[in-house]
């Protein structure tokens, strides 16, 4: 297994923590969700499912989400952990707003036996990019 850094386990630490409380009655895949602030906080999310698949929100974005609407929008570290024997790094719309708010991050995912490391760059390359104003 890959050795990680002692704030790399932390936070993937966090984000397994934050898996117990997802809500995943259709997938059963318990998702969670740690995000590191430029001023050294962790915010935490799980994935949140709905019949209608279309409302369900992903860990990432939930603690994305969560953390802004806190008032940070630097994030240093990002950690995901799927408590299953299959690995998913996040899916495309996560890896967009991932990329949105820290487009040189490196994204921790894991799932009960693996851990990967990766870049968002090489998760998403080509990211959809606006001019801000």
């Known amino acids: 297994m890959l050795k990680l850094k002692p ?11 934050a898996s117990a ?14 995000v590191r602030t430029v001023d050294e906080q962790i915010i935490t999310g799980c994935n949140v499912e709905n019949a209608s698949s279309s409302l369900t929100i992903c860990a990432e974005r939930n603690a994305i989400f969560k ?9 240093t570290e ?4 799927v408590d299953s024997e299959e690995s998913f790094p996040p899916c495309g719309a996560c890896r967009q707003v991932i990329y949105e708010f820290a487009p040189d991050i490196n994204v921790i995912y ?7 490391i990766i870049n968002i760059k090489e998760l998403l390359p080509e990211a959809f990019i606006l001019k801000r104003n």
């Open 21 to 34: 409380n997802a809500y995943s009655p259709y997938s059963n895949y318990k998702v969670g969700c740690a």
């Open 110 to 116: 894991a799932n009960r036996n693996t851990v990967q």
């Open 67 to 75: 953390a802004i609407s806190e008032g940070h929008k630097d994030f």
């Open 78 to 81: 990002i950690a995901v952990f």
């Open 7 to 17: 704030r790399e386990k932390e936070l993937l630490e966090e984000a397994k923590k």
